[in-house]
């Protein structure tokens, strides 16, 4: 089981990682929307959770932005990029990213980045 942080701006999304998860026995800590909430949430929070799920194009500051400031913080945080943009995932793993998956993400896939980011 994992604790996990979902950062991303589309609500549906939401809703269904964290029904997903829960199910196979997962549990999500905490969610934001754009990535200066994410920042602000991230620095608050103890403990910081096992995994983050991270959405490239949001409001605010985009996800390699956000990945970068949660990573001087946490330098082992384990975090699931995640675009609808394939050329920004060398970018990704380069910057610290566990895992990556191009949106749209199935669940199985999804599940599976997860169950990656954790035995990095």
Known sequence: MATIFIIDDEAILHKLYKDVFAIKGHQVVADAYDGEEAIRKFMA???????????????????????????????????????ADANVRDQAMKSGAASFGLKPVTIRHMLDLVETAMVT
């Open 45 to 83: 929070m103890e403990p910081k959770p096992e995994v983050i799920i991270l959405d490239h194009r949001m409001p605010n500051k985009d996800g390699l932005e956000a990945m970068r400031e949660i990573l001087s913080v946490q330098p082992n945080a384990r975090i699931v990029f995640i675009s």
